[in-house]
């Protein structure tokens, strides 16, 4: 393959290497990793959705929904700073931005998933995909505070239709897959997180501001509610009854049923405990790194992007090894609990940056099998009702709300580390709580 011009480092002429400090070094190095992790990520993303018997257009268009939805929906973070120069927003009303935003979500996204059930997901996922585009422009085009505060408030239901239906769509599709499509489901989310930050410095660097980033968003979520309308989405295949009839879901007693399903709700527990290790524990990481160890800025930067490295590689071999063995879900997750709980110690009693920075990719490399396990698992207790799944996990949608303010606190009143040790206790949770193989077999 052919190397654009892009991809190479200008001549530096007359600098010698001595008169670098070691940030510089570590900061170049850092952009040809970054070159040549977009290449690999490419490549990988390839060997995954395209070396397939089922490749479809739905299918790749349901796939991109959520790396489109984590490079859109890191525009408001990534680009914070666009949006307060432009409204000349407090810190009170940022916060109150997303905290709107999270509240509609716990409110409303379970009772989506719920009434989806019901039917195709079809117009759920078009209609969400439009909620998604409105938002945007709202929040490109107004500057009242008021008509900002209802265009987040919608952008977190119509996201869980978007989205979240469109994962459940894939599920719904191929639930003897369950594993592997939340697999390859998660990587794409991490490429779209990888995605953001670039996006948004690029629109910055052309000086176009905040409502390029909305408008841009926009006729991207457009164009994805276009592409799936022309697009035939098949039914579950479960919902179904024994006469080979179409079975009526009666959705307040399908819930009431999951609802007592004990190990149906440890799975959907267990899919929410990563939260424990996401953005939440890097930011405190950070923290750490700086506070603790005196890290520079570009050093914690290369740290959390190892970390990602971690989690790429993880999710990549977890595919290969479903792919190609019979191993088990339960089994194997333990195993990265164990894993990542090796790393997380680690990194606790290391006063090294380089041992932490080690420690780190240990952790991310058996955390990032944590979600698309559990969820996979989740799925699996009631085929065909992919939505009643979704709002049982969505109950538990307030622990991701209370979880930085709990953590802000402790690490307020006993330090950074402190904060860094209470989220480490993740993988001893999932060892707590994964259920054990012969009861799955016998319920």
Known sequence: ?????????????????????????????????????????????????????KISPLRLTLF???????????????????????????????????????????????????L??????????????????ISLVLMGSTHNFSLLLAAFALSSPAGSAAVGLSQATLIDAAPQESTQTMTRWTLMGSVGDLLSPLTVAAIASLQLGWPALCWLGAAIWSGVALILSLQHFPRPAEVVNDAGTAASVKLWAGLREALRDPVLLRWAVLSLI??????????FVALYLHDVLHASQV??????????????LGLFTLDRAFRKSHISSVRLLSWLALLSL??????????????????????????????????????????????????????GAPFEVVLP?????????????????????????????????????QS
């Open 1 to 53: 393959m052919a190397v654009s011009p892009g991809w190479c480092r200008p001549a530096q002429p007359d600098i010698s290497v001595r008169h670098l400090s070691q940030d510089m070094i570590i900061a170049i190095a850092m952009d040809d990793e970054a070159h040549i992790l977009t290449r690999k990520v490419c490549r990988m993303i390839q060997r995954i959705l395209f070396n397939t018997r």
């Open 274 to 283: 990563p939260t424990m290790m996401d953005e939440v524990f890097l930011g």
């Open 116 to 133: 989806s059930d019901r039917g195709s997901k079809r117009w759920w996922v078009i209609g969400g995909s439009l909620g998604l585009a």
């Open 299 to 312: 050093i914690i930067g290369v740290a959390l992007t190892v970390s990602l490295l971690g989690s790429l």
């Open 405 to 441: 303010g709990l953590v802000g606190i402790v690490a307020g009143r006993f330090g950074a580390l402190a904060g860094v040790g209470l989220l480490g206790l993740a993988p001893l949770l999932i060892l707590l709580l994964v259920p054990k193989s012969r009861k799955i077999i």
């Open 342 to 395: 090796v790393g997380v110690i680690g990194f606790l009693v290391t006063r090294s940056i380089w041992l932490a920075t080690a420690g780190l990719f240990v952790v991310h490399l058996g955390v990032a099998g944590w979600y698309p396990i559990a969820k996979a698992q989740a799925y699996d207790r009631q085929p065909g009702r992919s939505g009643t799944v979704r709002a049982v996990i969505g109950l």
């Open 64 to 114: 991109g929904t959520v790396l489109l939805d984590e490079l859109i929906t890191g525009f408001p973070v990534v680009g914070l700073p666009l949006l307060r120069d432009q409204l000349g927003l407090s810190y009170g009303q940022i916060g109150l931005l997303f905290s709107v935003e999270a509240l509609s979500g716990m409110i409303f996204s379970p009772i989506i998933s719920l």
